[in-house]
């Protein structure tokens, strides 16, 4: 009967089986380990975001800048200066 738990254990073991009275918690090092690890990441992303929000504002700017370039350009040319003159 022994050698029959015996094999019960070990197959409970190797397929990863748990008691009612065992728990699955990591221990305590590697949660933070892990916290540090998703600090990181986050101030990653917020730096890519930062760096991004650079870029598009400097795209806005340069695109206003542009836009009144053309608009300048494509007006008829006034000579109201003439006028004066008749």
Do not use: C
């Amino acid at each position: 009967m022994s050698a029959q738990k015996s094999q019960e254990f070990r197959a409970q073991t190797n397929t990863g089986a748990i008691s009612s009275g065992q728990t699955t918690k990591r221990p305590a090092p590697e949660r933070h380990g892990h916290e540090d690890w998703k600090q990181r990441i986050e101030e990653d992303w917020q730096n890519h975001l930062e760096t991004m929000q650079k870029y598009v504002s400097e795209l806005v700017r340069k695109n206003q800048q542009l836009r009144t370039a053309l608009t300048t350009a494509n007006e008829p040319k006034r000579r109201y200066g003439n006028a004066i003159n008749l």
